[in-house]
């Protein structure tokens, strides 16, 4: 069975695998976002996770769909206590870089990003990159996805596409706070997906309005639109 994997806008994504608790939506900026095709209440989903604080990663939005889905929550280890203590919260696996988490589908693994992280200024831990692992997709051949959370270039991207080896891998290429469309290409080009995307960019006027300059030497791309869904490893 392929996985489904619908592009929220922004850094947002819905991931299926088509079987029980295989739903997990990842960083959902839904509220406040003149570019999102869905709202809270659209979204079905067994696992929700956080990247970093900030607040077109990490809302209320957010939230309610994990509230409404009694999902279990994914992020930082202080992601997870503000979720549990500020939210109400309860279901959540923390982890931070170099850990994983198990999961009904496969596994979320932490990797480093370079970017700060903070919730109306308060500290919300590092910032995240996650290795998702659909391990019933595609036929049980299993589907790997590198979402860089937002973070600038680093040469561990390489270390992470030698080991993750990730079928996708979607990277931020807004120019003003993570990578330019072009460092972003780089950094598909050390982590070697097989199909890279960029995100992250567009959404506001300060950041990055084209992509175009989004093209990593040997490594195949697709540029997705909000609300837009694409079946992969059918």
């Known amino acids: 069975m392929t996985l489904q994997i619908t592009f929220l806008g922004h850094s947002g994504f819905l991931f299926d695998d088509g079987q029980d608790g295989g739903r997990l939506c990842v960083d959902p900026f839904l509220t406040g976002n003149d570019l999102a095709k869905h709202r809270p209440a659209d979204i079905r989903c067994d696992y929700m996770a956080f990247t970093h604080g900030h607040a077109d990663h990490f809302n209320p939005g957010g939230w309610s769909i994990a509230r409404d889905n009694d999902a279990t929550c994914i992020a930082n280890f202080e992601i997870c206590n503000y979720?549990?203590?500020?939210?109400?919260?309860?279901?959540?696996?923390?982890?931070?870089?170099?850990g994983r988490v198990e999961t009904d589908f496969g596994y979320v693994a932490f990797t480093q990003a370079h970017h700060s992280s903070s919730y109306e200024g308060r500290?919300?831990?590092?910032?995240?990159?996650?290795?998702?692992?659909?391990?019933r997709a595609a036929g049980g051949k299993g589907v790997t996805?590198?979402?860089?959370?937002d973070t600038a270039l680093f040469s561990d991207m390489k270390l992470i596409g030698e080991m993750a080896h990730p079928d996708i891998a979607l990277l931020p290429a807004d120019g003003r706070y993570n990578m330019s469309p072009k460092l972003a290409a780089r950094a598909a080009e050390l982590i070697q997906p097989k199909v890279a995307v960029p995100i992250h960019w567009g959404t506001f006027p300060v950041l990055a309005q084209s992509a175009d300059d989004f093209k990593p030497k040997g490594v195949e791309t697709n540029v997705l639109s909000p609300g837009q869904t694409w079946a992969y490893g059918g």
């Open 83 to 98: 979720l549990d203590n500020e939210v109400g919260l309860e279901k959540y696996l923390a982890g931070n870089p170099g």
């Open 123 to 135: 500290y919300m831990g590092v910032a995240c990159g996650f290795v998702i692992h659909f391990a």
């Open 145 to 149: 996805v590198y979402h860089a959370g």
